[in-house]
Every structure is written in C-alpha cells, then in structure tokens.
C-alpha cells in the first residue's frame, strides 16, 4: 500500500552460494561474462580474494606499444593508453561496469573493475561482520589493492585513470585523499561527495518515506531500502528501464552492505588539496585540460543536480586555490565555460568537466541511455 513494498524475497542473512565459488574459478555457480572479458582473483590482506574483470582492448589503440604510419624506429613508438579502472558502489560489483567495459575496451583502451569484500563473486564476511564490522577504510584497502594489481599488470608504471560510482566515488576520493595511490585522472560518476552524504540520505528519505518504517519491519536489515525491484528502480533508474532488467538487476546485487560504510561518509571525510595531490596529470603539459570529471544522472533522485554542482564547485576552488599557490606545475584556466554535450547543461574549467546525462537515473551506466554518458568519459579520457 502507498508504495510501502514490504517484502522478504529479496532479504538474505547468509553468504552466497556464488561466495564460494571464488576457490573455483570454473565453478558453473559464476556468472558467464561477455566475449573480451576475463575474471580474476588477487589474494588481499582482508582474509579472502577479491574479483578483478579485465576487458581486453581489441583495436590498435590498446597494444603494448603503436608504431607511427611513417615508420617503425624507437622515436615512432606510442605508449599504450591509460587503463580504466571501475569502483562500483554500495549493493553494487563489478559487473555493474560490464557495458561501460566493453564500450571502452572496443575503442582500445584497457578496462578493469573491482569487487571489494562482499560484492560480485568477491570473499564474503559473515552477516554480522559485514554489516557490523567492515569499514569504509577496510573496503578502500580492497579497491588499492586491485588498483596496484592493475597498475603491476600493466607494466608498473602506468597510473589509472580512476572512475568511481555513488559509494565507490566516495572511496575513490578517500583513498585520494589518503594518498594511498596516485592516478592519472578521476572521474565521479553520481559520486557521494568528499564533503559528506548527510543531504543524499536526506533526498533518499524524501523519496522513500517508509525508509525507516520498512527497515524496522526487516529488522534493520541493510538492504531494506532496496528490498524490492520497485523500490531498487525509484532510486536507482529511470522509469524507462524494464521490469526485466530490473529484475536481473536486483539478482545480482550483494546478499547484504556494510552500514559503517555509508556511516563513515556522512560527514567530511575528504581533504580536497590532499586529493589533488595524487592526480599526476597535474603536472603534465598543456593548460586548459580538466583533470577530474563529475559525471550524473539527470533524472538521479538522490544525487541530484544541487549536490553534484558543489562537489565539482568544491574542486575548482581546491585546484584555482593551489594554482594561485604555484603549487600545481600545471595552467588551469580562470574561467568555467559551457560545452557541446548531450542536455546542453555541461560545463568545463578551472580543472573540472562538469557533465550531465539528461534523463538517467543514479545509475547512469546501466540506464537505458548509458552510452550518452560513456562517450562523455570517453572525451574527459581523451584530453587527459
């Protein structure tokens, strides 16, 4: 009634079967992946593997090396280009990066995508531990790790270019932060901002009014909010998606979340010059590049158009702040300028590409019209 979707089917208290299939990678319990893309699994110091997607790049731009049309000397070899590397978010994997994977991976650039502990087909603490006992800080050393595997597997030194989705942004600006890693670029795609998430709960209470009344029926469990592929699509899609995909969808989100992850980023928990720091291309040739990009959904209803314009505001300062400072080896120009894009709303300056994809919900990447929003990245990647 009134929307309250009250249901049991989609609430689960034990790891899943598919949890152990990651000790056997030939298990028939693993999903079967697109042509062009692998599966791995890296030992992390949590307790357990973690599951790594590769895409295999399969046009010229992704070999080792690209000799020149003029000739085949040393001085004509091209470096191979910049991997991407996916961070999904809360009640996501790896797999929700399968189209953008293979988009990227068909225009010659290596994709990779991580499932941090108790997502996709990664090891899976117990209820109680992963709800109870896994932070923000445990999940960011999971996304390290499979950053530094990718990074190791490319040949060492070639940094990633980081795109984090809703939670996994936030990760991504934490590790940042952190100065855990260095990247070549980040993208935040409907990403909870470093400043704090106190106002995307807000939108999502306003959106779901029986939020807290569902959740006592479920008896507090963490995926009480999306316990229903109605209450998953309000949220997290379009109207536009269909009641098939949705319930695909909601197969294949994690058996249950950690609670102190979203917790740990309630309120600031980004030093936003710290962050700037480990983007190297800040220090490579040419003015007018943006070095980060905030990518969203239109139609996103708890990410809405408010809070991504102050996330992508927060860096301008940050970077225009330390420009001023001398401390960027890099020009960053003085003025945000609107850019030819799809919904005619996206901006470019002082470091940061501003870009919406008119009409997608909080998960841009898997709506209906994901591939306005790969191109959009495929741009922000190209002029890095």
């Known amino acids: ?128 531990r992963m709800v109870y006992g896994t932070t923000k800080r445990m999940l960011a050393d999971d996304l390290v790790a499979g950053i530094l595997w990718a990074q190791e597997r490319e040949g060492g030194g070639k940094e990633v270019v980081l795109v984090g989705h809703s939670s996994g942004g936030g990760l991504s600006q934490f590790i940042l932060s952190e100065q855990d890693v260095k990247v070549k670029g980040l993208a935040l795609i409907g990403a909870v901002p470093g400043l704090g998430s106190a106002s995307v709960y807000g939108n999502w209470c306003l959106l779901d009014p029986w939020f807290l009344l569902r959740m006592l029926f479920h008896g507090g ?28 969808f909601q197969r294949r989100m994690n058996t249950y979340e950690s609670l102190l992850w979203p917790l740990g980023m309630f309120r600031a928990f980004v030093n936003p010059q710290k962050l700037l720091e480990q983007i190297s291309s800040f220090s490579s040739r040419g003015t007018g590049q943006q070095r980060i990009l905030v990518l969203f959904g239109g139609g996103d209803k708890i990410m809405t158009f408010p809070i991504m314009e102050k996330l992508a505001n927060t860096y ?69």
């Open 1 to 128: 009634m009134f929307d309250f979707y009250l249901s049991y089917k989609w609430l689960h208290w034990r790891r899943p079967a598919a949890a152990a299939a990651a000790l056997a990678p030939g298990s028939s319990l693993l999903q079967a992946l697109p042509a062009g893309i692998e599966r791995f699994f890296i030992p992390t110091s949590g307790g357990g593997e973690i599951e790594i997607l590769y895409a295999q790049p399969r046009c010229g731009r992704g070999n080792e090396t690209r000799r020149s049309a003029i000739g085949t000397t040393g001085d004509d070899v091209s470096p191979s280009p910049s991997p991407l590397f996916f961070a999904h978010g809360g009640m996501g994997g790896a797999f929700i990066w399968l189209e953008y994977m293979q988009f990227f991976s068909a225009r010659g650039i290596p994709c990779y995508a991580v499932s941090t502990r108790g997502h996709g087909n990664s090891w899976y603490p117990s209820y109680l």
């Open 221 to 248: 469990h963490p995926n009480s909010p999306l316990s229903h592929p109605a209450l998953t699509r309000k949220v997290f899609f379009s109207e536009a998606v269909s009641d098939a995909y949705m319930e695909s």
């Open 316 to 384: 301008r300062k940050a970077i225009s702040s330390l420009a001023g400072q001398k401390k960027l080896d890099d020009r960053v120009d003085d003025t945000v300028e609107n850019i030819p894009g799809e919904g005619d709303q996206d901006t470019a300056g002082q470091g940061v590409r501003f870009c919406v994809v008119t009409g997608a919900g909080h998960h841009v990447q898997n709506d209906v019209n994901w591939e306005v929003g790969a191109k959009k990245l495929l741009t922000f990647y190209e002029q890095l």
